[in-house]
């Protein structure tokens, strides 16, 4: 055990406790001072600096366990957001006009997308999948709906403009409320 003698000629020296800790983290040996510390510490339980070195390396090598399964699904993450870039690219065409040559992008951007990062947190959890498919098609008939009242209020010009924008604007909260419901546990 390399480092056992030294920790043990050490054991009330907290700067030279932390130098041995610091080579062998140097070193890529943490696991092999902390096996030899607890051996230290197991012989001798009563010295407080030996314990206050036992939990802290106890949490030093339990936070990379922990963070092992939490990481992000670049994999997945990065084709679906070009997907959705490219998707709301064609949408932003000049041609692209709803009424009063307000651009189908305003209208449809937030819940699309809310589609793409329900799916991504789907795929991602990879549970769930039926009710994120539900809440997305529900999404996307509330949408739809939502342009259709809005297009009926705007072609009967009995509130022109200004009806034109709150259905626009609706559908961005209608949007991130689908997302909520979608990555919620109930």
């Known amino acids: 055990m390399p480092y056992l003698q030294q920790i043990s000629d050490n054991q009330n020296n907290p700067q030279q406790l932390e130098a041995l800790f610091q080579a062998a983290r140097g070193s890529r040996a943490i696991d092999q001072f902390a096996a030899d510390l ?10 407080l600096l030996l314990q206050a070195w036992h939990y802290r390396l106890q949490s ?3 936070e990379p366990r922990r963070r092992e399964g939490v990481s992000a699904n670049w994999k997945l993450a990065v084709p679906l ?4 870039g490219l998707t709301l690219g064609v949408l ?3 041609g692209l006009t709803f009424i009063n040559q307000l651009p189908w992008l305003v209208l449809l951007a937030a819940p699309i997308t809310v589609g793409f990062v329900i ?3 789907a795929l991602t959890a990879r549970q769930h999948n039926r009710r ?8 996307a008939l509330l949408a739809a709906a939502a ?11 009995l509130h022109g403009l200004s009806n034109l924008e709150r259905g626009a604007s609706g559908l961005a909260g209608l949007g991130w409320g689908g997302r909520g419901a979608g990555g919620c546990g109930v």
């Open 92 to 94: 932003a065409a000049p």
């Open 60 to 62: 030093t090598l339990e």
């Open 132 to 139: 994120s498919l539900a809440v997305g098609a529900g999404l």
């Open 81 to 84: 957001a070009i997907l959705n």
């Open 38 to 47: 607890n051996a230290c510490y197991a012989g001798q339980p009563d010295n």
């Open 147 to 157: 342009i259709l009242i809005t297009y009926r209020a705007a072609d009967q010009a």
């Open 119 to 121: 799916a991504f947190v």
